[in-house]
């Protein structure tokens, strides 16, 4: 069974944080994919629109890394060409657009920040992948072209990271520890550990699951909450996120294993975790 992996920041050669990032959760991937029977292949080093489609056509399923604004196109080449492993380019567009999922998910009933009145506000690419670009201000008078603006919610910044099969069965996997720096004017994503336990949990876990069903995410995908007196969801991810990074060391099965599960609608009822925690730095992967 061959499977591709895409990870455009390893394959487009993109600068060396983002870099980093992406060679280690394509490793994590590649080695778990292998671990579970399968052969992988993967893009050249700058060569990556080049190789997919020819190497998405070779392969038994594939499945795609990339910033936000790119996923959706690259996707719908592997869905073109073989099967794919992770979200639809439908839910993948819908995810990318931040104000769109926001009003989404409020409509259904799920908590989210919102523009009510605050003291310190959230200024965030409309389109934009994790951290990138995030703004805070306490001037509710500025909104730049392109952003949208969100209330600060004071509280902990924590993910989920879930699998979710084309019919809908939905395994969460863990709660994320977010290590998030935080200074006056920016917000910026540091690394996480793995897995984290709050006392909240299943209200957690069913807000991220949701958030999934709406959305009509597939595969794995992560979602980003700020926990206060309620789990205020700040962004949906349909895709791996760095958490995989820490998540394949603490649980008993391979996660390239679970995620060929979830498209073959066989996932386990639960997965166990067999490592105390794990933390991962954004700069020392």
């Given at each position: ?48 629109e080049q190789d997919l489609e020819r ?58 920040a919102d523009d009510a009145p605050s ?167």
């Open positions: 069974m061959r499977v591709l992996l895409a990870e455009y920041a390893v394959g487009t050669s993109l600068e060396r944080g983002l870099l980093r990032e992406g060679k280690a959760m394509l490793e994590t991937l590649a080695v778990s994919f292998r671990k579970a029977g399968c052969e992988v292949v993967t893009p050249r080093p700058g060569r990556f190497l998405a056509a070779d392969s038994d399923y594939g499945l795609v890394i990339a910033p936000d604004e790119h996923l959706a196109y690259y996707t719908s080449i592997i869905e073109d060409n073989t099967v794919n492993l992770g979200s639809s380019p439908d839910s993948v567009k819908l995810c990318a657009d931040k104000l769109r999922t926001t009003e989404i998910l409020s409509e259904s009933g799920i908590a989210v003291t310190r506000y959230v200024l965030k690419p409309r389109w934009g992948c994790g951290s990138e670009g995030i703004i805070v201000t306490d001037d509710p008078s500025i909104l730049p072209e392109g952003f949208i603006r969100t209330r600060l919610i004071e509280g902990e910044h924590i993910s989920v990271s879930l699998l979710r099969s084309p019919s809908g069965i939905t395994l969460p996997i863990t709660i994320n520890k977010q290590i998030v720096e935080i200074t006056p004017r920016k917000i910026r994503y540091r690394g996480g550990v793995t897995p984290y336990f709050p006392p909240r949990a299943d209200e957690i876990l069913n807000a991220g699951m949701r958030a999934g069903e709406i959305l009509g995410c597939s595969g794995y995908f992560g979602v980003d909450i700020v926990l206060a007196d309620r789990p205020y969801i700040v962004d949906v991810n349909p895709r791996p996120t760095t958490s995989i990074i820490g998540i394949n060391q603490v649980i008993d099965r391979e996660i390239g294993g679970l995620i060929l599960d979830a498209r073959l609608e066989r996932l386990p009822e639960s997965i166990n975790i067999i490592e105390r925690e794990v933390t991962y730095r954004l700069d020392e992967l």
